[in-house]
């Protein structure tokens, strides 16, 4: 029982980020930096960055957002066109 | 082509009176029999050539930028590492943009703007490579994070871009020794301004520097034309892709999503300048690109000089001019190409 509980927990996880890959069209390979790169841009949020942010970001030089995750400016990146917003407070 | 055009009103233009529309080029080649470099691009995000160097901006932990040799693709080594140490970035700086490549008498170099922590680093990249250890050094750590544009011009002046008033205008100024002031010739294109909460990338571009000829080019991202001018004003004119300048205010009133991404990346050359467009709407781009871009040449005069029609998508290009080849990526599908373009640099009488 606790083993297939498990595999149930495994499933739902993979398919909770197949429908977020499909629903912001955004692959891994497109996604701007790593989870590593985030934990560390994490390390140094309260750059005192506010507005608007995007939870859904993917490449594009030559342009800079906001991102949900880290409330800091991302370089050479945008918003993807379905993502959601939320607020960074400075 | 070509008029004086005092008809707009700032601040829905970011473009200068002296405007010349290009409708038609004089030469169109199209980009056929592509070969793929032997190269193992895993994590590429872009790339820049340098004489008989290939450099891969990559999102590699330990090795931001890839170096190779463009003879024999042969790996010279991997520089410049992610993390919080002083000599660590906390996003890779691009090879592309925001960053100066140069020779210093032998010594190729590369000047760096660490997006992060607002400082100016230098890359020797010749002597990296020679001793297979990292030959990086902080030239200065006081400016401004963040910036919309950073523009080398030598190592005690730049020209930079920021996001000001509310996040309603990205304002240019000049950093000499550490000094910033306002630029006249600048003023126009800084009088550019959006609602407040609309997106402040309509008014972002890439700008870059002409040591030769002491001009900069500057490509905006969401509009159709290109700012090209001198700190001195001895040149400021706007070149726009078509017969009418893209009004800020209309853009505004367009959804997100119809919005058009115009220009994907420039590169600039001794003699001349190329441009990626890509002149498709947002949502489009981000779900199914229909539009095949072209690479659009001028000389820094702003006058035409040919269309490169391309067979498939791509975010940025560089050429390679010992070879006479010219590479293109494609960041969304990870596709790095190789064209031979000898009969086009010819025909074109383009050197480097």
Known sequence: LKNSKKLMAVFGAVAFMLVAGWQFGVSEAEAPFSEKEVALE?????????????????TQEGSQILYCGTCSWVMDSTNSWVSSTSTCSS | MGCENDSFEHPNYMA???????????????????SIPNIDIIGMRNFAIYDSILILNTTKPNGLWSFYSLLNYQKYGDHLKRGEGPLEFM??????????????????????????????????????????????????????????????????????????????????????????????????????????GEDYNILSTITK????????????????????????????????????????????????????????????????????????????????RTKLPSILLFDWNGHPLAELKLENHITSFDIDFINQELYTFDVHSDEFFKYDIKDILTTLKLAN
């Open chain 1, 42 to 58: 994490k390390a140094i949020a309260g750059s005192g960055t506010g507005g608007t942010c995007y939870n859904t970001i993917t």
């Open chain 2, 16 to 34: 200068f009176n002296n405007v010349e529309y290009v409708t038609e080029f004089p030469e169109t080649f199209s980009l056929q029999n592509k």
């Open chain 2, 209 to 288: 520097y002409n040591n030769k000829n002491n001009v900069f080019l500057e490509m905006p991202i969401g509009l159709n034309y290109l700012n090209i001018y001198s700190l001195d004003s001895t040149i400021a004119k706007t070149i726009c892709i078509g017969e009418k300048l893209n009004d800020i205010e209309e853009i505004q009133k367009q959804s997100p999503e119809e919005r058009i991404y115009t220009f994907a990346n420039s590169r600039i050359y001794d003699d001349f300048l190329g441009v990626v467009f890509i002149n498709e709407g947002k949502k489009n781009y981000q779900t199914n």
């Open chain 2, 91 to 196: 996003q890779g700086p691009s090879a592309s943009s925001n960053s100066k490549i140069t020779n210093e008498g032998d010594q190729l170099v590369a000047f760096l703007y660490d997006f992060q922590k607002g400082r100016l680093l230098k890359l020797n990249i010749t002597k990296s490579i020679e001793t297979n250890n990292q030959q990086l050094s902080i030239l200065n750590d006081d400016l401004p994070p963040f910036l919309f544009n950073f523009t080398f011009i030598d190592s005690s002046r730049y020209l930079i871009k920021k996001i000001e008033n509310s996040n309603r205008q990205q304002i240019r100024s000049f950093i000499k020794d550490g000094h910033e002031s306002e630029i006249s010739i600048l003023k126009k294109l800084n009088q550019a301004s959006i609602v407040q």
